[in-house]
């Protein structure tokens, strides 16, 4: 999910390429020295205020910002009168240094006041232009510390549903509190973080955090999860760029035809750039696929299986990176954020990214299991709908991903502009999968963060070719499998059993099948046995079996050891590795089939199940012979598997890991995820489809009628396919959401604010009809849900004396305050001996049952008000019920 959002995130080049930085923690400890303690504008010369000046230009490039120019949400905010002159020039280097300043502490809030101190006063009006523009977008102030959570203000600016709790959601939630939004949060899951998942794997009490979804940061010293990182004292893991690749038959690739065939791939990749420019427009319809397949056959880049084999790995990467087939992406526009990417390391969080999502979560009110069915918008709000239950606001956000909106799971009322729904349709949304393996330890070595795998058939170039280790982030030894390309789909059609034995045959061992076609008797030596060498995969050849011709009676004693065909008493012995040849080194171990029921035994120490085939691991000497007399000399240090008659198929298996001399053992716990398949995603992330480019995730990103607002990896275009782009959007939208809050506030006409807390007459009126009373107390819930944990509101009913001056007598009015509780919260008050007074003490000794106005219910109370209103009301009695929310 991950980023690639990650589902998994790749760089759009070779994950073995070393990366550059422009921006790292070294540089923010050099410009301390020139920040200090001291006023920027006191005590410093010339020469310090170039450097510094240098320095923060150089990181604000790295965070997006250009060196001479604004960005455009800069000139539309109007920061400066007058562009491309003295005023600009001086803002941007206010700007950079408000920048560099928070990022120097992104635990503390940076105030005005704080940047006084080292701005001089003649650039007040941009300091203040400059710091309302970075505060306002989420480029400082922003993440989960606790100096910035603290901060949030009352709820005046208005109310906002938001549709979603991944990233996106998560940092538009955050950002509008901290604006002074009332915000709500639906999510269909029972969780949040949406493509963004950690599980917890592992037996007898040894786990391991495992990301099925978004795993890699890219760029992590400029990206803003690495950001949320540095606030929560999480360390990160820099992935090495060390990733040995190994051929179909367990053997290293060749470092050097590696450095050939990789040169060989960046140069197609540079025809592809100069045939786009050449073609101009028109290359939008033609695939980056078709183009590189083009320029293979025209340059005859491969001379032979293993270059093939390996510029499919190559192209296989650049399918994982695009979470897509190459056949669908646009020559044109594939690579288009290119100019975008995040200098810096790819990290892996130690622990998982839940805890970037656990920490986003606090404070938020997020209702789980609410697949919202559809979504009304006008002048007056916004209403949703999830099963029996409507939300109201002034505006919404919708973060769900691009498939689901390409699904048309959400009916939008009215139907979304014809230019979104053309630009959803053009988008590509791509699958990722992964295979996620615990092992009882780390045998694939502690050096390695990856590993990758060529594939015989070009079809299947994606299944499994590249492997993550996690082992220094999880807790555990984690080794993670990735698909990706054509091979995507079938993957999530195959019975996970199927899968993992996959996977464990790559790292095991990949069959290489001789048959024997006849045996030869000939006691001298002179003769020999002749056999052809079958190309099949194992699986394949199972089935291949009936139509072989049958020989005789044969034992093969294990490599290195001799080697004997007996049949009637008949010997003849050879030298096993001078008659495997080169083949020889790479050989694991021997296994040998029997026609007669199918079952393959093979060296080790567990029972696995292939196909319908028991493969039965056996380190006995375990000889069989029936028939063969006291001729046969079988050596008594070879481990001898079996001996058949009739036909005889000698398996060799070649391990990855053979060479080292180490075993690999079953895994702890599998886990094979499905993205494709979820109705709440529908795939992984997003890529520039043939057809589309970038302006469509622009248009994505439009707001519709200043209500509905859209966020999600696949509405930046900056950062689309990437766990900080989703962030980044959610930051971006809270700006939106801001801005048009604002603009509705200066046009009276416009001005209708709908707050998601329900009016008082609302309330009273669905107390009328309690379904729960007794004294002074009233209760009502939502009909749909009758869980004993569900909740509802309680209303308390008191007397109170207030003097009434204009008739000068005392009145006695009654005091009514309310609370939220669950059913069997109430049932318990029920059953409290003695009357109301008994009953008000026993509220008290429960301090999560707090009492309060019809306005301080909160965003849960309020929610439920709606959400009971509704049921009451019928609202949506064709969808299925749906369970009371919970707030987090």
């Given at each position: 999910?991950?980023?690639?959002?990650?589902?998994?995130?790749?760089?759009?080049?070779?994950?073995?390429?070393?990366?550059?930085?422009?921006?790292?923690?070294?540089?923010?400890?050099?410009?301390?020295?020139?920040?200090?303690?001291?006023?920027?504008?006191?005590?410093?010369?010339?020469?310090?205020?170039?450097?510094?000046?240098?320095?923060?230009?150089?990181?604000?490039?790295?965070?997006?910002?250009?060196?001479?120019?604004?960005?455009?949400?800069?000139?539309?905010?109007?920061?400066?009168?007058?562009?491309?002159?003295?005023?600009?020039?001086?803002?941007?280097?206010?700007?950079?240094?408000?920048?560099?300043?928070?990022?120097?502490?992104?635990?503390?809030?940076?105030?005005?006041?704080?940047?006084?101190?080292?701005?001089?006063?003649?650039?007040?009006?941009?300091?203040?232009?400059?710091?309302?523009?970075?505060?306002?977008?989420?480029?400082?102030?922003?993440?989960?510390?606790?100096?910035?959570?603290?901060?949030?203000?009352?709820?005046?600016?208005?109310?906002?549903?938001?549709?979603?709790?991944?990233?996106?959601?998560?940092?538009?939630?955050?950002?509008?509190?901290?604006?002074?939004?009332?915000?709500?949060?639906?999510?269909?899951?029972?969780?949040?973080?949406?493509?963004?998942?950690?599980?917890?794997?592992?037996?007898?009490?040894?786990?391991?955090?495992?990301?099925?979804?978004?795993?890699?940061?890219?760029?992590?010293?400029?990206?803003?999860?690495?950001?949320?990182?540095?606030?929560?004292?999480?360390?990160?893991?820099?992935?090495?760029?060390?990733?040995?690749?190994?051929?179909?038959?367990?053997?290293?690739?060749?470092?050097?035809?590696?450095?050939?065939?990789?040169?060989?791939?960046?140069?197609?990749?540079?025809?592809?750039?100069?045939?786009?420019?050449?073609?101009?427009?028109?290359?939008?319809?033609?695939?980056?696929?078709?183009?590189?397949?083009?320029?293979?056959?025209?340059?005859?880049?491969?001379?032979?299986?293993?270059?093939?084999?390996?510029?499919?790995?190559?192209?296989?990467?650049?399918?994982?990176?695009?979470?897509?087939?190459?056949?669908?992406l646009s020559v044109e526009h594939w690579d288009q954020d290119d100019p975008y990417e995040m200098d810096g390391d790819h990290c892996l969080l130690a622990g998982g990214n839940w805890r970037l999502i656990k920490a986003m979560c606090e404070d938020i009110p997020i209702f789980y299991g609410k697949t919202v069915d559809a979504i009304k918008y006008g002048n007056e709000g916004v209403e949703v709908a999830s099963g029996d239950q409507l939300f109201q606001a002034d505006m919404i956000l919708c973060t769900v991903p691009l498939g689901v909106l390409k699904n048309r799971t959400i009916t939008f009322q009215p139907e979304l502009p014809k230019r979104k729904l053309d630009a959803i349709e053009r988008l590509g949304f791509g699958l990722l999968n992964k295979v996620a393996m615990v092992f009882p330890q780390v045998f694939w070595g502690e050096d390695l963060d990856t590993f990758g795998c060529l594939n015989k058939e070009t079809r299947r170039r994606g299944e499994f070719f590249l492997f993550y280790s996690y082992h220094t982030v999880s807790g555990g030894p984690v080794l993670i499998a990735l698909v990706a390309g054509e091979t995507t789909l079938a993957f999530e059609a195959t019975d996970p059993a199927i899968l993992i034995h996959r996977v464990l045959s790559i790292l095991r061992g990949t069959p290489y099948t001789t048959t024997f076609t006849q045996c030869v008797s000939d006691p001298e030596g002179s003769g020999g046995v002749f056999y052809e060498v079958l190309t099949k995969s194992f699986e394949r050849d199972l089935e291949s079996f009936e139509r072989l011709q049958r020989g005789g009676w044969f034992v093969y004693a294990g490599v290195g050891a001799e080697w004997a065909c007996v049949r009637a008493g008949m010997c003849t012995t050879g030298d096993g590795i001078s008659w495997l040849g080169d083949l020889a080194c790479c050989v694991d171990e021997v296994v040998i089939t029997r026609l007669a029921n199918v079952t393959v035994m093979m060296c080790g120490e567990t029972t696995i199940t292939c196909i319908n085939s028991s493969v039965s691991f056996n380190n006995e000497f375990t000889p069989l012979i029936e028939d063969a007399n006291d001729d046969a000399k079988i050596p008594i240090d070879a481990k001898i598997i079996d001996l058949f008659p009739d036909l005889i198929i000698v398996a060799i298996f070649f391990r990855i890991f053979s060479p080292k001399g180490v075993d690999v053992p079953d895994p702890v716990q599998t886990l094979c995820t499905k993205w494709g398949s979820d109705p709440l995603c529908y795939g992984s992330y997003s890529h520039v489809r043939v057809g589309s480019s970038g302006d469509d995730y622009n248009m994505l990103a439009e707001s519709v009628g200043g209500r509905l607002f859209f966020a999600g990896e696949a509405t930046n275009r900056q950062h689309p396919a990437t766990m900080h782009g989703a962030f980044l959007s959610g930051l971006r939208e809270a700006s939106c959401i801001l801005h048009a809050t604002k603009s509705r506030q200066t046009d009276p006409a416009k001005c209708i604010q709908r707050s998601m807390v329900p009016s008082g007459d609302l309330l009273a009126g669905l107390f009328k009809k309690p379904d729960l009373a007794f004294g002074k107390f009233s209760f009502i819930f939502d009909s749909s849900n009758e869980e004993s944990e569900s909740m509802g509101i309680m209303r308390v009913t008191c007397e109170s004396s207030v003097n009434n001056c204009e008739q000068e007598e005392k009145k006695r009015l009654p005091l009514v305050l309310y609370g939220v509780l669950s059913r069997k919260q109430a049932r318990e008050l029920q059953l409290v001996d003695g009357g109301d007074e008994v009953k008000l003490s026993h509220l008290f000794r429960h301090p999560e049952l707090k009492l309060t106005g019809s306005g301080g219910l909160g965003s849960l109370g309020n929610s439920l008000t709606l959400t009971i209103a509704s049921s009451r009301k019928g609202w949506g009695r064709h969808r299925s019920n749906a369970s009371q929310p919970k707030a987090v």
């Open positions: 999910m991950e980023s690639s959002v990650s589902v998994g995130i790749a760089t759009k080049r070779s994950l073995r390429k070393v990366r550059t930085r422009n921006y790292n923690e070294d540089m923010m400890d050099e410009l301390e020295k020139h920040l200090g303690s001291s006023p920027r504008k006191k005590n410093k010369t010339m020469k310090d205020m170039e450097k510094e000046t240098k320095t923060e230009a150089v990181i604000a490039l790295s965070l997006g910002f250009p060196i001479d120019e604004l960005l455009e949400e800069e000139i539309e905010a109007g920061v400066v009168s007058e562009l491309d002159g003295k005023e600009q020039n001086d803002y941007i280097v206010v700007r950079n240094h408000i920048l560099v300043k928070w990022r120097d502490n992104v635990h503390t809030w940076l105030s005005k006041a704080e940047i006084r101190e080292t701005v001089s006063s003649e650039y007040e009006n941009l300091l203040v232009a400059a710091y309302d523009f970075l505060l306002s977008n989420g480029y400082i102030n922003f993440g989960v510390s606790q100096a910035i959570t603290s901060r949030v203000p009352d709820a005046t600016k208005g109310s906002v549903i938001i549709v979603g709790a991944g990233l996106a959601g998560l940092a538009a939630a955050k950002q509008l509190l901290s604006f002074g939004f009332k915000v709500i949060v639906l999510e269909g899951r029972n969780r949040p973080g949406g493509r963004v998942y950690t599980q917890k794997m592992g037996l007898n009490g040894k786990f391991a955090a495992v990301d099925l979804g978004g795993s890699i940061i890219t760029g992590c010293h400029a990206n803003p999860l690495g950001v949320l990182a540095r606030q929560l004292s999480i360390p990160l893991h820099n992935v090495r760029d060390k990733c040995p690749l190994y051929k179909p038959d367990g053997a290293p690739v060749d470092k050097e035809i590696d450095a050939k065939v990789e040169s060989i791939f960046n140069k197609l990749l540079e025809r592809a750039t100069e045939f786009r420019k050449i073609m101009g427009g028109s290359a939008n319809d033609i695939s980056l696929g078709l183009a590189l397949e083009t320029f293979q056959k025209l340059y005859g880049v491969t001379q032979n299986i293993e270059e093939r084999q390996l510029l499919d790995w190559h192209l296989a990467n650049l399918e994982y990176a695009n979470a897509g087939c190459l056949s669908d």
